[in-house]
């Protein structure tokens, strides 16, 4: 007698559940090989819960980035009704990647018909380390220390992409250092970059939940993209981040307000499927220019 036969149901599910590994089935059996199973190794390693993706092609966990070649080793394989083990990037309910090794393997049932694929994922630590250290090269701004517009354009795809799925808000922001021009003509570069570090520390602070993404987006002007849970709780951030500068007390004989102050344009919208990159990004500028018109140090949000 097979001894795995006297195993309750009840114990396999406890076990796969318990597995530090994510573990993923889906249905061979469907047109869009559904995912019908995640384990709590899965929540853990992706931040998606069983109801955000159950139900849904397994393509959720590449997000935007489908261009991978492994992604097309998966499908082949899946076409074949066969298994296969590669590395590729993955991205979390955030948007954040990350490397993880994907093994895939085909499940028959007892007439030897193909009717599952279960997955097993975990993080690929080695190319994980590389990632970090290649990002810190590619993805930072060398200055400032916060993201660069690189690593800005790619995580507004993603984050754009989950909101959409989710129906999640995002807001978007662009602030702008009023009069900053004048300020390194006046205190020298030195003075300046000293400045754009300070600035960017407060405002990296100020957003610092994982799924935020704070950038610089040229010369004195920052821009943050997230997550939002609505308007007013967008303009109370942004306001608070103006008087937070402000009370950085950088001296700047050139301002009204005599020192370093900010000014922010923001918009807030819950994305539907046609909504693109573009459309935040150019009512955003609409909206920090009317700052600026409005006598800067201020900040308008649009909804």
């Avoid at 993080?123 to 250290?133: C, F, Q, S, T, V």
């Avoid at 004195?220 to 103006?242: D, N, P, T, W």
Wanted: with cysteine.
């Amino acid at each position: 007698m097979n001894p795995a036969a006297n195993i309750s149901q009840d114990l396999l599910v406890k076990a796969l559940n318990e597995s530090r590994d994510a573990i993923i089935i889906v249905d061979a059996r469907q047109q869009d090989t559904p995912l019908i199973y995640m384990n709590g190794g899965f929540e853990k390693l992706t931040g998606y819960t069983s109801g955000e993706v159950v139900g849904k092609n397994y393509h959720v966990l590449f997000g935007a980035d489908t261009d991978q070649p492994e992604i097309a080793e998966i499908r082949a394989a899946i076409a074949k009704g066969q298994g296969c083990v590669v590395t590729l990037r993955n991205y979390r309910k955030d948007g954040s990647m990350f490397w993880s090794q994907l093994s895939i393997s085909p499940v028959h049932n007892a007439e030897g018909m193909l009717t599952h694929f279960i997955g097993i994922q975990k993080e690929a630590p080695d190319r994980k380390l590389l990632e970090n250290n290649l990002n810190a090269l590619l993805y930072t701004d060398p200055l400032v220390g916060v993201s660069n517009r690189r690593h800005f354009e790619e995580r507004f795809a993603n984050l754009l992409h989950v909101a959409q799925r989710i129906h999640s808000g995002m807001s978007l922001m662009m602030i702008d250092l009023d009069h900053f021009r004048q300020f390194n003509e006046r205190y020298g570069q030195s003075a300046g970059d000293e400045c754009l570090r300070m600035v960017g520390d407060c405002i990296a602070k100020t957003f610092n939940r994982t799924s935020d993404c704070v950038a610089r987006y040229g010369g004195g002007e920052f821009i943050v993209v997230s997550f939002s849970s609505g308007i007013e709780a967008l303009r109370q951030h942004a306001r608070k981040l103006c008087e937070q500068v402000s009370m950085l007390n950088i001296p700047h004989s050139d301002s009204p307000h005599g020192v370093v102050t900010i000014s922010i344009g923001g918009v807030h919208r819950l994305p539907n499927r046609d909504t693109t990159e573009e459309m935040f990004i150019e009512q955003a500028g609409r909206e920090l220019l009317a700052a600026k018109q409005g006598g800067r140090n201020r900040v308008h949000i649009a909804g």
